[in-house]
C-alpha cells in the first residue's frame, strides 16, 4: 500500500529493479498510473496501479477484490501508509483516520488475502514504529471522540498493530511471516496533518535528522 509515494514508492523502485511483477496503491488514478507504467518500464518488471481509499473498510474490500483479479498469490506486502494528525478527523465511515489508515486496512488485508498471501512466499512488512510508553487501548472510546491526542492515537493504534502482528504470527507460525520495521525519521509526507511542537521540532531538526525514503 502507499505505492505512489515516500517509502512505499522507494520500495516498488527496487522491487521493480530486481524485475518483480508489482502492484502499487493509492488514491491519485493519474499519479498512479504514471509511476505503474515507469516502474513496467525497469528491468522486464511489471506494474499494476489500484485506485482505493484504506481509509474506509469498503475501500479496504474492494482493493483486496481488485488484487484477487489481478493474482493468486503474492510473495511480499508492504504496508507503507501511514498518518499523524494533531487534530482528531474522521473517516467519511465516522473511525477516526489514524485508526482506519495506521491500523484497520493491515488488519483486513492481511485476512481478506490470506490465501493469495499463504500461496506465495508470504511475508508481510508493516512499515510502523515501536511501542510507546504507557500506551493503552480504549475499548470504551475506541474511536478517541473523548479526549483526542496525538500522542494518545499513536500509542493505541500502534500497539493495535503489534498486537496484531503477534497473533497473526501465532496462529500462522512461520508462513506467512510478518514483521514491523522501524524507519525511524524518514522525510515523506506524514507530518503534513500536525502543528505545534511536533511540526515545529520536525520543521527545524528534520534536514538534520531525517533520511530520505531511498534510504
Known amino acids: 500500500t502507499g505505492g505512489t509515494g515516500g517509502i512505499g514508492h522507494a520500495a516498488a523502485i527496487e522491487f521493480a529493479k530486481q524485475?518483480?511483477?508489482?502492484?502499487?496503491?493509492?488514491?491519485?488514478?493519474?499519479?498512479g498510473k504514471q509511476i505503474a507504467e515507469e516502474l513496467s518500464k525497469i528491468n522486464g518488471s511489471t506494474c499494476r496501479f489500484i485506485a482505493a481509499d484504506i481509509s474506509s473498510t469498503e475501500g479496504i474490500k474492494n482493493l483486496a477484490a481488485e488484487v484477487k483479479k489481478l493474482t493468486n498469490k503474492i510473495d511480499v506486502?508492504?504496508?507503507?501508509?501511514?498518518?499523524?494528525?494533531?487534530?482528531?478527523?474522521?473517516?467519511?465511515e465516522g473511525?477516526?483516520?489514524?485508526?482506519?489508515?495506521?491500523?484497520?486496512?493491515?488488519?483486513m488485508l492481511d485476512n481478506l488475502l490470506a490465501n493469495e498471501i499463504k500461496n506465495g512466499e508470504g511475508r508481510i512488512i508493516i512499515v510502523g514504529a515501536p511501542l510507546m510508553k504507557n500506551a493503552a487501548i480504549n475499548f470504551d472510546d475506541l474511536q478517541m471522540k473523548q479526549g483526542y491526542s496525538l500522542m494518545k492515537a499513536m500509542g493505541q493504534n500502534m500497539l493495535a498493530v503489534h498486537m496484531h502482528a503477534q497473533e497473526f504470527s501465532g496462529r500462522n507460525d512461520t508462513h506467512p511471516s510478518i514483521n514491523i520495521i522501524h524507519p525511524r525519521v524518514v522525510k515523506t509526507g506524514i507530518l503534513r496533518n500536525t502543528k505545534g511542537a511536533m511540526k515545529f521540532f520536525f520543521n527545524l531538526f528534520g534536514p538534520l535528522i531525517s533520511n530520505s525514503a531511498e534510504k
Open 77 to 92: 506486502l508492504v504496508y507503507s501508509t501511514g498518518t499523524l494528525n494533531s487534530d482528531r478527523l474522521e473517516t467519511k
Open 95 to 107: 473511525l477516526e483516520q489514524g485508526f482506519a489508515v495506521n491500523y484497520l486496512n493491515k488488519f
Open 19 to 31: 524485475g518483480n511483477d508489482i502492484i502499487i496503491q493509492g488514491r491519485d488514478a493519474a499519479k
